[in-house]
């Protein structure tokens, strides 16, 4: 059919972008869906190659201006082809403007791809031709089985009862590959009969309903434990779940208690990670301390290790970062850091230099003495160097409640400072204040605590404290592992990736 139409003068539109060509049909492809025009004219003007080739979604309208051969007397009308339920799809054959050639319109195309109609529709499909026109009905047949195929389209019809027809309307030839031959692709896609699709929609509920889920998976685990293959569970069974910081491949089994002492523990403690952090006497951790200095672990490093533990801790309790920025000047932290005069009071003075240099306001009181240990001396002038204020009576402590007070009064050994009127003083004030209390390195008898804390920070390894010591926190301060070793205790560090962390009692 293709090539009756060769030698015809047509005029394609492939739209604004590519604007109107005209010429003489030299070939058409029916497998590429193309045509191509010989001695072409693009916009009026003479093309400088001799034939170009053009695709089916490129043109937008064809216009037959002249058919050769004997038929090109005849006038053929207008050839509207209609599809039920997608518009636009069909040709139009008409007049031309000299009254000879013949028209065919084409729905514009865009880049996006073409809408193929239903099975429904192609059944409905009709051909109308106006009763004016007088056109044989071969020629129509093969004129619109030319223009079907041109469009990419196989359309596959039915049979039709007489009364369902127009008077006017005629039924194109059903395309496709005889003599057994294999049909085009889409027939083989969308030439099936409307009457074989079922009217009823698929009932998922009840098909889901014959299916018993407990006996095929009681069937399967049936299956795998006589092939002793891996079991993949039962619905019953819970699948395992594994937080973020879980390993999900086998290892070796943890063991939680990683230090051991020489003497039972009075009180043991535990990490976050569940690892058993034991306590030990006031003797063996002042030896420790001792062989630790021995070994090059001066009280000069202990002090600054210390400091900036007790530092972190307080600025973690102040607020952190949310607190201490600068876009809260306004709110800067005050700290009243309260020191005896012995080593655990400059624990504190170097816990007060490091908060002082990180924005706090911190209030330092130490009572006045004739003779200071050399290292309350040295972190004395330490501290001096800073923004931080020293204050010796009570009296000049702040009124109103302040964010944080640290307790480093109390001492293991001179017990007579409670008696002094200073002590007395400095923990009623402390007491009335409605601060929070931190306590650096606390002893171990209650009694010999006045100020009751609600965190307490250990160093290397917890005492035996009490109840009256709050939340017991654990500080690295540097000691060896074979310095343990030395005095007889079996440690394995339980900080992981820190320097302070929490103990829970058990």
Same mark, same amino acid.
């Given at each position: 059919?293709?090539?009756?139409?060769?030698?015809?003068?047509?005029?394609?539109?492939?739209?604004?972008?590519?604007?109107?060509?005209?010429?003489?049909?030299? /070939?058409?492809?029916?497998?590429?869906?193309?045509?191509?025009?010989?001695?072409?004219?693009? =916009?009026?003007?003479?093309?400088?190659?001799?034939?170009?080739?053009?695709?089916?979604?490129?043109?937008?309208?064809?216009?037959?201006?002249?058919?050769?051969?004997?038929?090109?007397?005849? $006038?053929?009308?207008?050839?509207?082809?209609?599809?039920?339920?997608?518009?636009?799809?069909?040709?139009?054959?008409?007049?031309?403007?000299?009254?000879?050639?013949?028209?065919?319109?084409?729905?514009?195309?865009?880049?996006?791809?073409?809408?193929?109609?239903?099975?429904?529709?192609?059944?409905?499909?009709?051909?109308?031709?106006?009763?004016?026109? $007088?056109?044989?009905?071969?020629?129509?047949?093969?004129?619109?089985?030319?223009?079907?195929?041109? &469009?990419?389209?196989?359309?596959?019809?039915?049979?039709?009862?007489?009364?369902?027809?127009?008077?006017?309307?005629?039924?194109?030839?059903?395309?496709?590959? &005889? #003599?057994?031959?294999?049909?085009?692709?889409?027939?083989?896609?969308?030439?099936?009969?409307?009457?074989?699709?079922?009217?009823?929609?698929?009932?998922?509920?009840? =098909?889901?309903?014959? @299916?018993?889920?407990?006996?095929?998976?009681?069937?399967?685990?049936?299956?795998?434990?006589?092939?002793?293959?891996?079991?993949?569970?039962?619905?019953?069974?819970?699948?395992?779940?594994?937080?973020?910081?879980?390993?999900?491949?086998?290892?070796?089994?943890?063991?939680?208690?990683?230090?051991?002492?020489? %003497?039972?523990?009075?009180?043991?403690?535990?990490?976050?990670?569940?690892?058993?952090?034991?306590?030990?006497?006031?003797?063996?951790?002042?030896?420790?301390?001792?062989?630790?200095? &021995?070994?090059?672990?001066?009280?000069?490093?202990?002090?600054?290790?210390?400091?900036?533990?007790?530092? $972190?801790?307080?600025?973690?309790?102040?607020?952190?970062?949310?607190?201490?920025?600068?876009?809260?000047?306004? %709110?800067?932290?005050?700290? /009243?850091?309260?020191?005896?005069?012995?080593?655990?009071? /400059?624990?504190?003075?170097?816990?007060?230099?490091?908060?002082? #240099?990180?924005?706090?306001?911190?209030?330092? @009181?130490?009572?006045?003495?004739?003779?200071?240990?050399?290292?309350?001396?040295?972190?004395?002038?330490? @501290?001096?160097?800073?923004?931080?204020?020293?204050?010796?009576?009570?009296?000049?402590?702040?009124?109103?409640?302040?964010?944080?007070?640290?307790?480093?009064?109390?001492?293991?050994?001179?017990?007579?400072?409670?008696?002094?009127?200073?002590?007395?003083?400095?923990?009623?004030?402390?007491?009335?204040?409605?601060?929070?209390?931190?306590?650096?390195?606390?002893?171990?008898?209650?009694?010999?605590?006045?100020?009751?804390?609600?965190?307490?920070?250990?160093?290397?390894?917890?005492?035996?404290?009490?109840?009256?010591?709050?939340?017991?926190?654990?500080?690295?301060?540097?000691?060896?592992?074979?310095?343990?070793?030395?005095?007889?205790?079996?440690?394995?560090?339980?900080?992981?990736?820190?320097?302070?962390?929490?103990?829970?009692?058990?």
């Amino acid at each position: 059919m293709a090539t009756d139409w060769l030698g015809s003068i047509v005029s394609i539109n492939c739209g604004e972008s590519l604007g109107v060509y005209q010429g003489r049909v030299s /070939a058409v492809d029916q497998v590429g869906q193309t045509i191509s025009l010989t001695r072409p004219f693009h =916009n009026g003007v003479k093309c400088l190659v001799p034939e170009v080739t053009f695709r089916a979604g490129d043109i937008t309208e064809l216009k037959i201006l002249e058919i050769p051969g004997p038929g090109d007397s005849r $006038q053929c009308g207008d050839l509207q082809q209609t599809e039920l339920g997608t518009p636009g799809v069909g040709c139009q054959v008409g007049p031309s403007q000299n009254g000879t050639g013949k028209v065919l319109k084409k729905p514009i195309s865009s880049s996006a791809p073409q809408n193929i109609p239903r099975r429904t529709d192609m059944k409905n499909q009709d051909i109308i031709i106006s009763p004016q026109q $007088q056109c044989s009905k071969s020629y129509m047949d093969r004129h619109v089985e030319t223009l079907t195929q041109s &469009k990419g389209f196989r359309r596959r019809h039915n049979s039709w009862s007489s009364s369902s027809r127009h008077p006017n309307q005629v039924t194109p030839k059903k395309s496709g590959l &005889k #003599n057994g031959q294999m049909k085009s692709k889409d027939d083989e896609c969308f030439g099936d009969d409307i009457d074989e699709i079922p009217d009823t929609d698929f009932d998922f509920e009840g =098909n889901l309903a014959l @299916f018993d889920k407990a006996a095929v998976f009681e069937e399967i685990e049936t299956y795998e434990r006589r092939s002793g293959t891996r079991s993949r569970g039962t619905p019953n069974e819970k699948p395992a779940r594994y937080r973020h910081d879980e390993n999900i491949l086998e290892s070796e089994p943890i063991v939680y208690r990683r230090i051991v002492v020489p %003497q039972n523990a009075n009180k043991e403690f535990c990490t976050d990670s569940g690892l058993v952090v034991p306590s030990v006497s006031y003797e063996l951790h002042k030896k420790l301390l001792s062989v630790a200095e &021995k070994h090059g672990l001066t009280l000069e490093r202990r002090l600054e290790m210390t400091g900036v533990c007790a530092s $972190q801790m307080a600025l973690s309790l102040l607020g952190g970062p949310n607190r201490l920025n600068p876009k809260n000047v306004h %709110q800067r932290p005050t700290v /009243a850091l309260l020191c005896g005069p012995h080593v655990k009071g /400059a624990q504190g003075i170097s816990c007060g230099r490091h908060l002082s #240099n990180h924005d706090v306001h911190v209030i330092l @009181f130490l009572p006045n003495f004739v003779k200071m240990l050399e290292s309350i001396t040295n972190e004395l002038n330490l @501290f001096s160097k800073t923004q931080g204020q020293q204050v010796s009576s009570v009296k000049d402590l702040p009124d109103t409640p302040v964010d944080l007070v640290i307790n480093c009064l109390d001492c293991h050994e001179n017990a007579f400072l409670r008696d002094q009127p200073w002590y007395k003083a400095v923990v009623d004030w402390a007491n009335q204040n409605r601060a929070p209390v931190l306590s650096i390195d606390p002893p171990i008898n209650e009694m010999e605590q006045g100020i009751d804390a609600k965190w307490s920070l250990a160093l290397g390894l917890p005492l035996p404290l009490g109840e009256r010591a709050g939340r017991v926190y654990l500080c690295d301060i540097g000691i060896p592992q074979k310095v343990f070793q030395e005095v007889g205790i079996n440690y394995h560090s339980p900080f992981g990736c820190k320097f302070v962390i929490p103990l829970h009692s058990t």
